[in-house]
Each structure stands twice: as structure tokens, then as C-alpha cells.
């Protein structure tokens, strides 16, 4: 009974001794445990509880407007994972637990001021929307006019030039004139820019890259309203610029890549729509502006220069009915702005960015919620007749009503070659009809009814709710926060790079923007090397982007062949007669003889004279004929020649030479002539005659040859006493090759024709007769230059 009572003993100490030893181990999680968002006035207060003393981050971005609180190791009671609260200023909250910790977002309609403190448990955060002081209405503006000029605006993309690298975006957009565009990303790793009121002129739709960080390049026309969208898909994403010069619109990663760029004021646009009116101020580019209430009077002051078009108006009068009397564009203290009068007191103005520039909204009423959303109306009522035009395989007509979302999706990529793949927490309904509109009109309707976002990569199509999206892109944030994190703390080294066949000066400020902040480099320039003190990844970084930039010259073979054709025709018809009277005796005194010679001092058949004599020199075929009587008192001598000759000659030079990509190489074929001048001034002067070739290479990214040729022939003119002069064709002009295709110049020829006649005066013009008195030469000479060129690259 002892022992039995022993071993009860033993068990009971043993289980108090557990439940101790699991009070003693217990630890509380750390969490957010309560959220309260307070409105007071026009001032916010948002409160955040934990059940633990909390060191929480604070970050505010204005790209959108966004608060965001990221508490390091907590976790979210469940309860508020499901926080819902929006107004006016505060569009979403979000929240939600990932590999860092606890993370509250709220986005913002506005810009605001805003401070926070942490007390113990909790974090208060206040914040209130930025304001501008309205003043007295109707006093005067001093301004003057604004800068204005006249330019080309493009309407027509003319080709692309892709030379990135692995780590960097350096691509071109050719076209015709200045246009306004637009960049940024529409999802991870998708970067767009959108050519406004321009059409594209490319033969493909699609450009894929084997090297580089462009995986490819997708290039679409839209409308309404008129415009071309460039779609990259990236490897990487980056941070990109974007500049327009002229007619190349330059995108890049690499600030110091881009060139100068000029904006410009091109149009300004009205519409009013009931009780509300619309002023749409389109520039060139993104242009930063400040917004100002001055007298009362709305003003939109640029930040930066800005050039008007001489085409738009500097005064636009409304209808007295309008919320706004009238506009104006000035240079206010050497900006350009725009100057907008109310009508009346009791007027609202908002500003805001749009797809079409700088949207200027006005009405008698405040804005509700509802009301500002007014940039997809207005593109609608911007379209132009001409715009409507849609392919017929891209309209659609539904009439559904209920319909589980997933199934009107389906619907709606019903053979359109499509792949979809649902989140698992995509669900709702949608009510549909339309007759005869874009699809793609209908798909985002049914999105954004249901708050769902579509991620596209070629025929695959992912739908996802707003809240997964958001949580992807927080993860990729935070995956960006934990290296740059990591960054901050990692050993520093150092280690030398050398450059093998350029000067490093050239590539230092590229090989410095890889750098960490925490980066240094130095040249040296005896061993043409980088020195670089930084963390491992960055100089790893830098080695890449250095093999990357530093590689020989490519150069290019170029064989020319220059063929000359001579062509010479040569026709010369000849004549010689004559002949002799001789009378012995005559039955009277005087004359008692008669002698009549054709004597020219020649001698022809049968030894007598040629009346005349207009032979052939070295013939190459005669036909003679000598007449006379029995007596030999009479003879006649006939003489015919003729010569034809033809001479056809071709010369072949075929040059070979190899130059460096983007240098100039010449060939030569020919001589120097030297002249001497007679008299007093016995300086000589040497004159370059034959045939001359420039040409400069580059080699384009896919691999074509872009060649600027120019051909000279010249030959040596008139020599006078004391000056001589050439005589000069040339021909100049630009190609693209493939390499190893074969170009040909022609077009450089001579043709020229001699006609030579000899005679007996009066006697050679007597018809018929005339025959026997002359005698011709006619010559023709044709000469042409043809050059036949083949570039190739030296692998």
C-alpha cells in the first residue's frame, strides 16, 4: 500500500512539475493586434496597437500617394486581415503578414503632410492633405507672352534600334517628327511606352532578342484614341528614363545615356459634359508642374522649359454658362503657365495626370468620388470618326446576367488562342450587355466591376484578385528591401578590373552606376585598369557589366569590284578620182594641143592626178577602177576606201580592305598627274585623276551592315599654260546590307558621239553628185563606271 501510495506521489509531482516547466517556457507572439482610423476635420489620425513595445518602420511614396508601416517580426491577428476602410483621401488599406513581418498599406488619393510617433505598445500616425490658399477673386496677373516655335509633329514610328546588355536598356524609337509619349510598367517585368496620335510604319509586330535584358518586343496600334504601344518584356526589371531628341525617343536605365531633351506645349483640348467641363493640356513627355490659386485665379505653373507650338492658341474663351471664363497660356516670372479664370465664386478645380496629358476639371459642384474618374469619358468623346475603326474579329456582343466571372471570362477568350489560369480566390458575378464592342473593352469592365487584375505573357493569361496582386508586389519589394538590407552590412572588399581595348575613362561613369552607395572607384591609368572598393555582388556586378562594354572593335572586310566598259564605234568612207584629156593635134593654129590633168599633186592609177583626194588613212579594204580609150587620150582613175573599226575594252579592279565599325576606309584606283606650268611660274601642281571609294561601315545590333558609300571618277581636262583642271562625276549614297549581300552603284557614264565631214566647196553640196566631193568620219564613244560592293564581318 506504501509503494502503491508512493508511485501516486511520484506521478502527481511529475505532472505539476510539467505544467510548470510549460508556463515557464511559454512565449507570447508578437503582434499587431488593433488598427483605428480617426477623421477630424481635415486632419487624420490612424493608431496602431501591438500587444509588445514595437520599432516600426514608416515609408511615404507619392507614385502613387502611399503609407506604408512595415513592423519587423510581427504577425497580424487574423481579425484584421479583412481590414476594409475607405473615403474621399484614403482609396485602400491593406494588410497583411509576409517574411519580414506585419505590414499596413494605405493609398492615398493626395498628397499629404504627415508625421508619426511611437509610444510603447502603439504607433499614431497623422497626416493631412495639402492645401492651396484660395484668395480674393478678380485682381490683375502680370505675364508676358509665352515662348513660342514652330515644329514637326511625328505621326509615324519608323523603326527601333535595340543595343542593351545584359544589365542595361539603351533602345531607340525612330520617327518623323516629336510626339508625346508616355512609359512606366504595367506589371512585373512588362515596361510600356505609348506614342500618342502615331501610327506605326514597322513591317513586324514582334522583335525577340537573344541577348540582353530585352527578352522581346511586342509593338501594337490602338484606338481610340490613336496611339502605338511599345511593350517590353524584361528579364530584370530596372529603373528606366526616357528622352526625346528630334526624332529619337531614347529609353534607358543609364541617366547619363539619355540626350538633351526640349518639351513641348502641342495642343489643348475642351470638353464639357452637363454640369462639368475639361481642359486636356497635352506636352511632350511627362513635364512636372506646380499648382497655384493666385487672385483666386487657377494657375498651372511648369517646372521645367517649356516651348509652345505656334499652332496653339494662347486664348481660349468659354461660354458664360462654364464653370471656367476663359484660359490663358503666359509666361509667368519665365515659365510657361497656364492661367485658368473661374465663373464666379463658387467654383471646384481639380488637376490631375492622365493618359492624355494634364487634366484640368471644373463645375459648380464638389467632386464626389465618382466624378473625378473622368479620364476614360473623355477619351471617348476625343475619338475621331476615322478612329472608330476596329477589326471585326476583335468586337463582341453579350447579353449575360448573373454569370459566375470565371465562366464570363471564358466567354469572352472563347477562341482567341488563350490560355487562362484562375487564383483560387477569383469569384463574383458579372452582368453584361453590350452590342459590337472591343473585348477587350468588355474584359476590363468585368475586371475592375469585380476587382481583378489580368497578368499577360504571350498566350498565357493569369487573373488574380487586387489583394494577391498587391501582395506580389509587396513580396518583390520586400525581396528588394532584404538585399538592399543585406547590402548595408556585408564586409567591403577591394579589387582591380583592367580594361583590355579601350581607354577606362570611357567606361567609368557607366561601371560607377553599378556601384553601391557604400562604392568607391578609382583609374589607374599605368595599368588602364579599375580599382574598385565595394561589396562582392557589386563588383561581380561591375566584372559583368565591364565584359560586357569592353570588346574589340568588330570590323568589317569590304570587297569592291570596279569594272569600266569602253565602248568606241568607228565609221570612215573615203573617195579619190581623177583622170586626164589629151589632144596631140588639132586642125588649127591655136590650140594646136590639148591637155586637161586632175593633178592634186597625187599620183593614181595609171599615174595620174586625183581631182579629189579624200582618202582613208590606213584602210581596211579599197576598190579602185582606171577607164581609158585606144589612143590613151582619155583616162579616168576612181578610188574608193572605207574603215570600221570597233573597240570594246572592260577593266576589273577588285580591291579588298578591312576596317574598324563606324571608321571610314578608301580605295583607290588611279594616278597623280603632274602639270608644269610654262613662263615665270615654273611651280608644279599635281592633279589626282581615277577612280576613288569612301566607305564607312556600322554594324546595327541585328547583325546588318548600314553603309555610307561615295564614288569619284575624274579624269584630267583642259591644260593651259599655266592651269589645269578636272573633270569629276561622283555619286553618293547610303545602304543596308545583310552581311554578305552584294550592292551595285551605277549610273556614272559618258556617251559621246563625232561627226567629221570633209569636201570640195559648192561641189560636196550638190545633190546626188555631191557624193563623188566628200568624204566622212563618224565616231561614238560610250564609257560607264559600275562598282559592285560586298561588306562582311570579321568574326
Known amino acids: 500500500m506504501k509503494l502503491y501510495m508512493k508511485h501516486i506521489l511520484i506521478i502527481l509531482m511529475l505532472v505539476f512539475l510539467a505544467s510548470c516547466a510549460g508556463k515557464i517556457i511559454e512565449v507570447k507572439n508578437n503582434e499587431l493586434t488593433d488598427i483605428k482610423i480617426e477623421k477630424l476635420a481635415d486632419k ?63 493609398t492615398l488619393a ?86 500618342f496620335d502615331v501610327k506605326s510604319g514597322l513591317s513586324k509586330k514582334i522583335y525577340r532578342f537573344n541577348k540582353g535584358i530585352i527578352r522581346y518586343v511586342k509593338v501594337g ?11 517590353f518584356k524584361l528579364i ?50 511627362r513635364v512636372n508642374y506646380t499648382k497655384k490659386i493666385i487672385n483666386g485665379n487657377l494657375m498651372i505653373i511648369f517646372n521645367e522649359d517649356v516651348t509652345v507650338l505656334k499652332r496653339v492658341k494662347n486664348i481660349i474663351n468659354f461660354p458664360e454658362t462654364s464653370p471656367f471664363k476663359n484660359l490663358k497660356v503666359i509666361n509667368y516670372e519665365g515659365k510657361t503657365a497656364i492661367l485658368i479664370i473661374p465663373n464666379g465664386f463658387e467654383v471646384y478645380a481639380n488637376v490631375e495626370n492622365a493618359p492624355e496629358g494634364i487634366l484640368i476639371s471644373g463645375s459648380f459642384e464638389k467632386f464626389s468620388k465618382a466624378s473625378v ?82 497578368i499577360e505573357d504571350d498566350d498565357l493569361v493569369w487573373i488574380i484578385t487586387k489583394n494577391r496582386y498587391s501582395q506580389l508586389k509587396q513580396e518583390e519589394i520586400k525581396k528588394l528591401k532584404e538585399k538592399e538590407a543585406i547590402k548595408s552590412v556585408e564586409p567591403l572588399i577591394t579589387e582591380t578590373l583592367f580594361v583590355k581595348y579601350a581607354d577606362a575613362s570611357e567606361f567609368q561613369s ?61 565609221v570612215n568612207l573615203g573617195i579619190q578620182w581623177g583622170g586626164n584629156y589629151n589632144v596631140n593635134s ?8 590639148i591637155t586637161v590633168n586632175g593633178n592634186t599633186g597625187s599620183t593614181g592609177i595609171g599615174g595620174a592626178g586625183y581631182v579629189v583626194n579624200l582618202p582613208v588613212g590606213a584602210p581596211a579594204g579599197a576598190i579602185a577602177l582606171s577607164l581609158g580609150n585606144l589612143s590613151r587620150s582619155f583616162n579616168l582613175d576612181v578610188a574608193l576606201s572605207a574603215l570600221e573599226s570597233q573597240n570594246k575594252v572592260r577593266t576589273i579592279s577588285s580591291p579588298r580592305i578591312t576596317t574598324l565599325d563606324n571608321q571610314e576606309a578608301e580605295i583607290k584606283s588611279g594616278g597623280t598627274a603632274i602639270i608644269v606650268p610654262t613662263g615665270d611660274n615654273t611651280e608644279t601642281e599635281e592633279v589626282d585623276v581615277g577612280i576613288k571609294l569612301k566607305i564607312k561601315p556600322h554594324i546595327t545590333s541585328n547583325n546588318m551592315i548600314y553603309l555610307d558609300i561615295e564614288v569619284e571618277k575624274s579624269s584630267l581636262g ?42 570640195v566647196p559648192f561641189l560636196s553640196k550638190i545633190p546626188i553628185l555631191g557624193a563623188l566631193f566628200r568624204a566622212k568620219n563618224n565616231t561614238v564613244t560610250k564609257r560607264e563606271l559600275l562598282v559592285f560592293i560586298t561588306p562582311k564581318i570579321v568574326e
Not at 487564383?423 to 481583378?452: C, Q, R, Y
Open 586 to 593: 588639132t586642125s588649127v593654129n591655136f590650140p594646136n594641143t
Open 44 to 106: 487624420y489620425k490612424v493608431a496602431i496597437n501591438y500587444n509588445y513595445a514595437v520599432k516600426p518602420k514608416v515609408f511615404y511614396s507619392k507614385n502613387p500617394f502611399k503609407l506604408t508601416v512595415i513592423t519587423p517580426g510581427a504577425n497580424v491577428n487574423s481579425k484584421l486581415l479583412n481590414f476594409k476602410y475607405s473615403d474621399d483621401i484614403i482609396s485602400n488599406v491593406l494588410v497583411y503578414k509576409d517574411n519580414l513581418g506585419a505590414s499596413l498599406e494605405l
Open 718 to 759: 583642259a591644260v593651259t599654260a599655266n592651269t589645269a583642271t578636272t573633270e569629276e562625276k561622283k555619286a553618293k549614297t547610303q545602304v543596308l546590307l545583310a552581311n554578305g549581300e552584294t550592292t551595285v552603284i551605277g549610273g556614272i557614264y559618258e556617251d559621246e558621239k563625232s561627226e567629221v565631214n570633209q569636201g
Open 221 to 231: 496600334e490602338y484606338y481610340p484614341p490613336q496611339k502605338v504601344r511599345v511593350l
Open 110 to 195: 493626395k498628397d499629404v503632410h504627415y508625421q508619426y510617433d511611437t509610444k510603447g505598445n502603439s504607433l499614431e500616425i497623422t497626416f493631412t492633405p495639402i492645401k492651396v490658399e484660395e484668395q480674393e477673386i478678380g485682381k490683375s496677373i502680370n505675364y508676358d507672352l509665352p515662348n513660342v516655335e514652330d515644329i514637326v509633329i511625328g505621326n509615324k514610328l519608323l523603326n527601333i534600334t535595340n543595343e542593351s546588355s545584359d544589365n542595361n536598356i539603351l533602345f531607340s524609337l525612330k520617327l518623323n517628327g516629336i510626339v508625346r509619349y508616355d512609359y512606366g510598367y504595367l506589371e512585373y517585368g512588362y515596361l510600356y511606352v505609348d506614342l
Open 373 to 454: 474618374k473622368f479620364s476614360k469619358g473623355l477619351e471617348l468623346l476625343e475619338t475621331k470618326e476615322e478612329d472608330k475603326k476596329v477589326k471585326k474579329e476583335d468586337l463582341i456582343t453579350l447579353n449575360i446576367k448573373d454569370m459566375d466571372v470565371r465562366e464570363a471570362i471564358k466567354l469572352i477568350y472563347f477562341g482567341r488562342n488563350k490560355n487562362l489560369v484562375f487564383s483560387n480566390d477569383v469569384n463574383g458575378k458579372a452582368t453584361l450587355f453590350v452590342k459590337d464592342i472591343p473585348f477587350s473593352k468588355a474584359l476590363d469592365i468585368i475586371l475592375k466591376e469585380n476587382g481583378l487584375v489580368k
Open 236 to 285: 530584370t526589371p530596372t529603373t528606366v528614363f526616357a528622352a526625346q531628341d528630334g526624332t529619337q525617343l531614347v529609353i534607358t536605365n543609364d541617366y547619363s545615356k539619355l540626350p538633351k531633351e526640349r518639351k513641348f506645349l502641342i495642343a489643348i483640348d475642351t470638353i464639357s459634359v452637363k454640369s462639368f467641363q475639361s481642359v486636356i493640356v497635352k506636352t511632350t513627355g
Open 510 to 570: 557607366v561601371i560607377k552606376s553599378v556601384l553601391s552607395p557604400r562604392g568607391k572607384l578609382e583609374i589607374n591609368k599605368k595599368s588602364n585598369s579599375f580599382v574598385i572598393t565595394d561589396i562582392k555582388s557589386a563588383i561581380e556586378q561591375a566584372r559583368r557589366l565591364l565584359e560586357e562594354l569592353d570588346k574589340r572593335t568588330p570590323q568589317v572586310t569590304i570587297e569592291a569590284r570596279i569594272v569600266e566598259v569602253f565602248d568606241t564605234n568607228n
